[in-house]
């Protein structure tokens, strides 16, 4: 889909036509206002030289939910800036999900807070920052 051309459902869509997202396995699990939870299982090929998941696919995971967190409200939104740090190692097998939660949004800007978790234990916090980049979904 065009980047100009936003409908309603943009952050769904968006992330169906994720293919960096999908060829690693990341299901979008939840999706809501200003939120969105994904899960990815740490394959084999994720893991580096120290027996660990590899930070590259921890990050990424942790951008997909941030995606879909931003472009949730129907307007085409893309990182202007993020970090990551990693709490806790994740190995292979580990199942890992990522919540995105907006904390705060300006103009064009927003703040997003992602926590990255294998079951109860914290892997990796995120914190990602926003930019506005299109209109509104109904062309406001």
Known sequence: MPAD???PGLAA???EADRAS???GIELLELGDGTATVRMTIGRSMINGHGIAHG????????SAFAGACNSGGVVTVAAGADITFVAPAREGDVLVATATERAVFGRSGIYDVTVRCGERVVAEFRGRSRAAGRLANGD
């Open 13 to 15: 869509e968006m992330f």
């Open 5 to 7: 051309d936003l409908r």
């Open 56 to 63: 590259g696919y921890l990050f990424l995971l942790a951008d």
């Open 22 to 24: 999908s060829d690693l």
